[in-house]
């Protein structure tokens, strides 16, 4: 659900970080903020309550131009987990170009991870967007735990999905700008194919994704 005004020239892109509680969304807002270069990165705003890490959501702005004079600005937020906030949920999804479903890794939260996942396509259908066709990439968080998900386990039932898989800890810091360059990536892709970012403002993938991240070592893809 692109927004894009042809005569001005701007376009506005929103990536939302879904997942259930306390999986890691916003912690890996506030380290994807702390990795991005300063030029040009917006401020980062955090709503905290008392019965859930974000009520609303996280924004991340950035503002690029293309070669054509195309202006982008990017916007991401967090959804707030817990179920008795699904309304909020539901108002953050409308008119997202891209989803990072952020899974917990521990074993204990396998069911939660599942029933949030079956939520996001429910509300997906609920606010007008394809699963099918929407750029979405899944993190496993909190990898540096002890009674993890294994990996094996984590490509067995993902792979065959053909969503593109990350393991992370956002604490740590790792995993973190992988999973948000391949977000970006799809998300870049899917504009291109609708709007020739390429062809009518020369932009291309990869300077699109030299304008929002740096590189970091380690990938943390599966």
């Known amino acids: 659900m692109i927004e894009f005004d042809e005569i001005e020239k701007r376009m506005l892109l929103k990536l939302v970080y879904y997942g259930p509680a306390l999986s ?6 506030l ?4 990795l991005l270069e300063r030029n040009g990165r917006g401020d980062l705003m955090v709503l905290d309550t008392k019965d859930d890490r974000t009520i609303f959501f996280d924004l991340l702005p950035f503002f690029l131009e293309t070669p054509g004079g195309l202006k982008i600005k990017i916007k991401v937020y967090t959804v707030p987990g817990q179920v008795k906030h699904d309304a909020t949920r539901k108002a953050v999804l409308q008119r997202a170009d891209g989803v990072a479903f952020i899974a ?3 074993l204990a939260e396998a069911a939660n991870n599942v029933e949030s996942f079956s939520n996001l396509e429910k509300n997906l259908a609920i606010v007008g967007l394809d699963i099918e066709n929407l750029p979405l990439v899944i993190q496993f968080n909190k990898r ?5 998900i294994p990996e094996a386990d984590i490509k067995r039932v993902w792979e065959p999905t053909g969503i593109p898989v990350f393991t992370a800890s956002a604490l740590q810091g790792w995993g973190v700008i992988e999973t948000f360059s391949r977000l970006a990536e799809l998300t870049y892709r899917n504009i291109d194919k609708r709007y020739g970012l390429k062809n009518n403002y020369g932009l291309d993938s990869e300077t699109f994704l030299q304008k929002l991240t740096r590189k970091t070592e380690g990938t943390g893809y599966i």
């Open 104 to 106: 917990d890794s521990q």
């Open 24 to 29: 890691g969304k916003t912690t890996n807002l």
């Open 31 to 34: 380290r994807l903020h702390d």
């Open 144 to 148: 540096d735990l002890q009674n993890i």
